[in-house]
């Protein structure tokens, strides 16, 4: 069983809901990305989507694109990444790490190269945006031989035919894009996300994460009552932002407690 | 000879193309390309596409003998492909005429354009309004500042200019931002992409449309000089007008395809915009694979061209897979020979041509030296200076 599973079978059986914080690697400073990870965790998430940064981060909206810019100032790039990766697993071998980025910095090392160096690093699972199952059938082999989850998106729009051709080549979960629009965008309408997971779940037995647009612990709340994790990524990178080097940590810790109890109550 | 027939159906040139955006585009895809594919043939779209080419662009483009140019240089004779007289004097309305057509098939209210140096920004304004399509055009802001005439046109047009603070600022990033927008308002808006790159079907969409350019030039060439020319040469950006011209060629045995790149500053500078010429690593950007201008880790880097039009650091997977199977040929002219080129044209033959067309120039007259009088050589003539006389100026430190 992979990490990402074990997780999501423990937290069942104990009726939980996975919080699952994304920060981008680098952000503010690569000095900071691990004792941020290290943060997370200690507050209450129950795995980690680390944000690969990348020139051109079209399914971004402004928040997660500064992100990228003040990493890539650093020249954080996915080396550096899998860097970070390694640097964490040292003292945290539980914590399930998933990437989430774009395809051609993957592209730029190569897809068995790639999956070697993020076996290597102990990464457990990795979300690539711009790569929907048609393009990618090379890779999901590669990180499949080497026990890591491709973890796809589902959106608004997806077909219940093409839900079934993504979950047939998805593990560890499906994440569901819960609005049309970029990461951060408006206010998400939980009665329509309720319903199109209810239907997606139909459809796979996998873990449902639900994402974009959770902003608060009462949208935090609302979406853990109808997923099996919630996906916090703008917001928590707006507290990065809003941030100095001397209370970055314990304003990310303060955010990750509210929606930790958020997300616990539903 | 096997007749050439890509993409594929899911828009691939061997390993380039192809769809690679994010799950929320993939039905807004799938719908356009239902879409092109029940009106690429239908014989009342394409008669309606046909009129307005016709009698709102002013088509079909002449072909003209540039002897005094041809003269001057020695060698092959120089014809030139006079997209600059389209109107908004560049081939881009070509493109534009047709998505907006689409866009109104498929009951878009809304169309959202991206453009670097303003021209396909002005086509798709120009076509919204004849069309009473509402437009909002995505724009560098850094190219905002250095192509003002431009946005005030679209303005007048009464296109919203939206200027792109992210990234580098340039058209990669106004690219990027238009994709925000549609996936955002996927349901009433139909993105008009300016040239042959994007996810499928845009790079075959595009295509289809500039390949009037080459299907007109064909028929003229035979009235003009009895035969298909030695070698048919058209700038490289994105790569819409060399595609254009190049397409109808492809099966033509004989017909050397030649697409010119930025070589800005020097190619051995690293300041240019010409990925095909350096063999720049392969990898995705905006949706589809091909060679691409990027660092190490798979980061995009910044281009260099004096011609705002030709400064992307990718170029249309088509010509990615006719470079690879050597049915076109891919060379770069630095800033400073096509600005040679640019005054040549000027002076001789009294056309002011786009920055980006002189790049062509530059090469046909470097090609046509080492040609015999008896040989022709087409240039896609893509678009008129007007727009470039300030960057002109700049360098001769002159102030309008």
Redesign the interface.
């Known amino acids: 069983m992979s990490r990402i599973q074990s997780v999501f079978s423990t937290l069942k059986q104990q009726g939980k809901t996975a919080l699952i914080p994304y920060i981008t690697a680098g952000d503010p400073h690569p000095k900071f990305t691990v004792s941020l990870m290290h943060t997370l965790v200690e507050h209450g998430a129950d795995m980690i989507e680390l944000g690969v940064?990348?020139?051109?981060?079209?399914?971004d909206?402004?928040v997660i694109?500064r992100a990228s810019?003040r990493a890539?100032m650093h020249?954080v790039?996915?080396?550096a990444v899998l860097e970070m990766v390694k640097t964490f697993r040292e003292t945290d071998q539980a914590t399930p790490i998933i990437l989430m980025g774009?395809?051609?910095?993957?592209?730029?090392?190569g897809a068995v190269a790639f999956a070697d160096r993020a076996k290597a690093a102990d990464v457990d699972g990795v979300i690539t945006?711009?790569?929907?199952p048609?393009?990618c059938g090379g890779f999901v082999k590669e990180l499949r031989a080497h026990d890591i989850d491709p973890v796809?998106?589902?959106?608004?729009?997806?077909?219940p035919k093409?839900v079934e051709l993504?979950v047939n080549q998805a593990s560890g979960f499906v994440y569901y894009?819960s609005l049309?629009?970029?990461t951060g965008?408006a206010n998400l309408d939980i009665v329509e996300v309720a319903s199109r997971v209810a239907s997606i779940r139909q459809q796979t037995s996998l873990p449902v994460g639900v994402g974009f647009g959770i902003r608060d612990a009462a949208t935090a709340k609302a979406t853990a009552a109808i997923a099996d994790a919630v996906v916090v990524g703008s917001r928590m990178v707006l507290a990065i932002e809003a941030s100095n080097e001397t209370n970055l940590l314990s304003n990310v810790a303060t955010l990750m407690a509210e929606l930790k109890a958020a997300v616990d109550a539903a | 000879m096997q007749l050439y027939d890509m993409p594929d159906a899911?828009g691939h040139f061997g390993q380039y193309g192809?769809?690679?955006?994010?799950?929320?585009l993939?039905?807004?895809l799938e719908e356009l390309r239902v879409m092109y594919e029940k009106y690429r043939h239908d014989p009342v779209f394409l008669a309606e596409y046909a009129y307005d080419l016709k009698h709102f662009v002013g088509r079909p483009s002449p072909i003209y003998h540039a002897k005094r140019l041809s003269d001057k240089v020695g060698g092959a004779q120089i014809y030139l492909k006079r997209e600059d007289l389209n109107h908004t004097g560049a081939h881009k309305i070509n493109n534009t005429i047709g998505q907006a057509l689409l866009a109104k098939r498929m009951g878009k209210p809304r169309v959202i354009a991206e453009t670097g140096a303003g021209q396909h920004g002005v086509a798709t304004a120009t076509i919204a309004a004849r069309l009473g399509l509402e437009c909002v055009v995505y724009m560098g802001s850094e190219d905002v500042k250095r192509q003002a005439p431009n946005v005030f046109r679209m303005k007048l047009l009464g296109a919203t200019v939206v200027p792109v603070e992210?990234?580098s600022k340039t058209l990669?990033?106004a690219l990027?931002e238009a994709?925000?927008d549609w996936?955002?308002n996927?349901?009433n808006t139909f993105y008009i992409i300016g040239t042959v790159a994007g996810p499928h079907p845009y790079p075959m969409m595009v295509r289809d449309f500039q390949a009037v350019i080459g299907v007109e030039s064909k028929v003229q060439m035979l009235e003009m000089v009895g035969r298909q020319p030695d070698a048919v040469v058209a700038c490289v950006g994105g790569g819409s007008n060399a595609m254009g011209i190049f397409y109808p060629y492809i099966d033509v045995p004989n017909v050397r395809l030649i697409g010119v790149e930025a070589a800005g500053l020097g190619m051995e500078t690293g300041q240019h915009a010409a990925p095909l010429t350096a063999n720049s690593?392969?990898?995705?950007?905006?949706?589809n694979?091909t060679y691409?201008m990027?660092?190490?880790?798979?980061?995009?880097i910044e281009t260099h061209s004096i011609s705002a039009g030709l400064d992307y650091p990718g170029v249309g997977p088509e010509h990615a897979w006719l470079k690879d199977i050597k049915r076109a040929e891919y060379v770069a002219v630095t800033d400073d020979d096509a600005m040679a080129a640019f005054h040549n044209l000027c002076r001789t033959e009294g056309i002011i041509p786009a920055l980006e067309s002189s790049h062509a120039l530059a090469y046909a007259e470097k090609l046509a030296k080492t040609m015999s009088k008896d040989q022709v050589i087409l240039v896609n003539l893509s678009g008129r200076g007007d727009k470039d006389i300030n960057t002109v100026a700049k360098l001769a430190n002159i102030t309008l």
Do not use: C, W
Not at chain 1, 53 to 59: G, I, K, L, N, R
Not at chain 2, 294 to 300: A, L, V
């Open positions: 940064p990348f020139s051109d981060p079209m399914a909206g402004p694109q810019e890539l020249k790039g996915l080396t774009y395809a051609n910095p993957i592209e730029a090392i945006v711009d790569y929907p048609e393009e796809f998106l589902l959106s608004p729009t997806t077909e093409r993504i894009v049309k629009g970029v965008a | 899911r192809g769809t690679f955006v994010a799950e929320t993939v039905e807004a992210s990234g990669k990033d990027n994709m925000r996936v955002t996927v349901h690593p392969v990898g995705v950007l905006h949706g694979r691409l990027q660092d190490n880790d798979g980061n995009i």
